[in-house]
């Protein structure tokens, strides 16, 4: 099974600045990576797939970046709408595992 | 408007079998693969099964192999998982999700998600 590890678990910021989340492959997954959203009590959204194409609707500050194991999602001015729950999941293999999450919160 | 419907979650004993239901609309259900994904309380997300279109071909987690079967009605819109052999690591919100097209790689990402259904497992 492949494992996808985000980092970090929990990062602090401020409306306005610019975030940056990370996600690591066991593997190689190539560009078959995925960026959900979620918030509490709801189910989670697509934010990127193909490792960087953003998915309908998703806002210009969301952009995904990143091949082979490492990838990255960035915010680019934080609004009060993006603090979240985000998770990577790479779909090359089965099972297309999850990564365990990062809390985006309030600083 | 694409909508997804879980239900048949619940309270059920150790051992215990439940069946998963899906209701979908707002698109060509059989033009889609099709999977499910669980969350356990407070927990991160885990991939648990995926269908293609046609129901013939069928992919699952090691932890749902053997206990769990993912099926579909094309007719009737409408996923299925059948759990079987629950649990208590079982307990969960089982998301069903549509893949964004019916083949690799687009078939494996889920551009829509229901709002889940609540399996507890305990005696």
């Known amino acids: 099974e492949t494992v996808m590890t985000q980092s970090p678990a929990t990062l602090s910021a401020s409306p306005g600045e610019r975030v940056t989340l990370s996600c690591t492959a066991s593997?190689?997954?190539?560009?078959?990576l995925a960026w959900y959203q979620q918030k509490p009590g709801q189910a989670p959204r697509l934010l990127i797939y193909g490792a960087s194409t953003r998915a309908t609707a998703i806002p210009a500050r969301f952009s995904g970046s990143g091949s082979g194991t490492e990838f990255t999602l960035t915010i680019g001015s934080l609004q009060s709408e993006d603090f979240a729950l985000y998770f990577c999941?790479?779909?090359?293999?089965?099972?297309?595992?999850f990564g365990q999450g990062t809390e985006v919160e309030i600083k | 408007e694409v909508q997804l419907l879980e239900s048949g979650g619940g309270l059920v004993q150790p051992g215990g079998s439940l069946r998963l239901s899906c209701v979908a609309s707002g698109f060509t259900f059989s033009d889609y693969a099709m999977t499910w994904v669980r969350q356990a309380p407070g927990k991160g997300l885990e991939w648990v099964s995926l269908i293609d279109t046609s129901g013939a071909d069928t992919f699952y987690a090691d932890s749902a192999k053997g206990r769990f079967t993912i099926s579909r009605d094309n007719s009737k819109g409408t996923l299925y998982l059948q759990l079987s052999s629950l649990r208590a690591e079982d307990t969960a919100v089982y998301y069903c999700a549509k893949g964004r097209g019916s083949s690799y790689p687009h078939s494996r990402y889920l551009d829509y998600w229901g709002q889940g259904t609540l399996v507890t497992v305990s005696s």
């Open positions: 593997q190689s997954v190539s560009g078959d």
């Open positions: 999941q790479q779909y090359n293999y089965f099972p297309g595992t």
